[in-house]
Nanobody, 122 residues
């Protein structure tokens, strides 16, 4: 059974940085495309980034140049490193995957972690 667990969220000031981690249990993450999504109450879920099976990373326009997605295959982790966080970035961030998960077109993501909260406040 595919299980994902996110960690690393927290509260930072504008301009600060956080690194989110997505851990996979029971399966190797590098066998799947992994996506990062964020959810704000009352708004549609937004696809933030993904990393493909050949380790190419893609980004939404809203985060390109500030966020970086990478794999740590030895630790079976995928990271979302977020720099220069702004008041538009707070959300619950989820990682997701699926047998047919596609990157960069962000479809086929059926297995989700519980999410980690990111807050940006001065």
């Amino acid at each position: 059974q595919v299980q994902l667990v996110e960690s690393g969220g927290g509260s930072v000031q504008p301009g600060g940085s956080l690194r989110l981690s997505c851990a996979g249990t029971g399966f190797p993450l590098d066998d799947y495309a992994i996506g990062w999504f964020r959810q704000v109450p009352g708004k549609d879920r937004e696809g933030v980034s993904c990393i493909s099976l050949n380790d190419r990373s893609y980004y939404a326009d809203s985060v390109r140049g500030r966020f970086t997605t990478s794999r740590d295959k030895a630790k079976n982790l995928v990271y979302l490193h977020m720099d220069n966080l702004t008041p538009e970035d707070p959300a619950v961030y989820h990682c997701a995957t699926g047998r047919d998960a596609h990157c960069p077109h962000l479809y086929g993501y059926h297995s989700w972690g519980q999410g980690t909260q990111v807050t940006v406040s001065s």
